[in-house]
T-cell receptor, first 110, second 113 residues
């Protein structure tokens, strides 16, 4: 099955810094989702995007559905310690199941 | 509201042993899913059930079987565990057949030795 290319694989940042990560595919998707996984927990949905070019915010998080429909971006502003975790993108084509990216592991350096 | 509940949380099996992972959701969702998560591989779909009474293979079904016992419960069975099945298993449910906005359980960490 197809995997989405997510980058970077890991990030080490200081508290207060902004974070950017992205997800790309060779195929077009109709829906892009961003999930966060805390250690020892299951993924939790952060943001859902349904239209090319759509820009959606959830507090300090902002995600965009790329206009080519082959990519998506997630930004976190002014990072705080609870932002630590693994961030997954997921894409969906019509009548198909979700395809997940390989994840971006975010670590905050004290 | 418990959401999606998986049992057990941890399990160690010997090669060749069998076991069943249990999953239950209390959100009245029609669709349920089993994923496995391996380092650097993201989440891969094993099996899913679009509605009560139906099950279908996902991306990596070999070595697994599933049962949609009723609308609430969806179990995953390993008939003869292999070390390659060492992984973290997640159950999920959604209100939509296409799995958008799925809600996940806390996971089962399985080690096969």
């Amino acid at each position: 099955g197809q995997q989405l290319n997510q980058s970077p694989q890991s990030m080490f940042i200081q508290e207060g810094e902004d974070v950017s990560m992205n997800c790309t595919s060779s195929s077009i998707f109709n829906t892009w989702l961003w999930y966060k996984q805390d250690p020892g927990e299951g993924p939790v949905l952060l943001i859902a995007l349904y239209k090319a070019g759509e820009l959606t915010s959830n507090g300090r998080l902002t995600a965009q559905f790329g206009i080519t429909r082959k990519d998506s971006f997630l930004n976190i502003s002014a990072s705080i310690p609870s932002d630590v975790g693994i961030y997954f993108c997921a894409g969906q084509r019509s009548n198909e199941k979700l395809t997940f990216g390989t994840g971006t592991r975010l670590t905050i350096i004290p | 509201n418990a959401g999606v509940t998986q049992t057990p949380k941890f399990q160690v099996l010997k090669t060749g042993q069998s076991m069943t992972l249990q999953c239950a959701q209390d959100m009245n969702h029609n669709s349920m899913y089993w994923y496995r998560q391996d380092p650097g591989m993201g989440l891969r779909l094993i099996y899913y059930s679009a509605s009560e009474g139906t099950t279908d293979k996902g991306e990596v079904p070999n070595g697994y079987n599933v049962s949609r016992l009723n609308k609430r419960e969806f179990s995953l069975r390993l008939e003869s565990a292999a070390p390659s099945q060492t992984s973290v298993y997640f159950c999920a449910s959604s209100d939509f057949q296409d799995s958008t906005e799925a809600f996940f359980g806390q996971g089962t960490r399985l080690t096969v030795v």
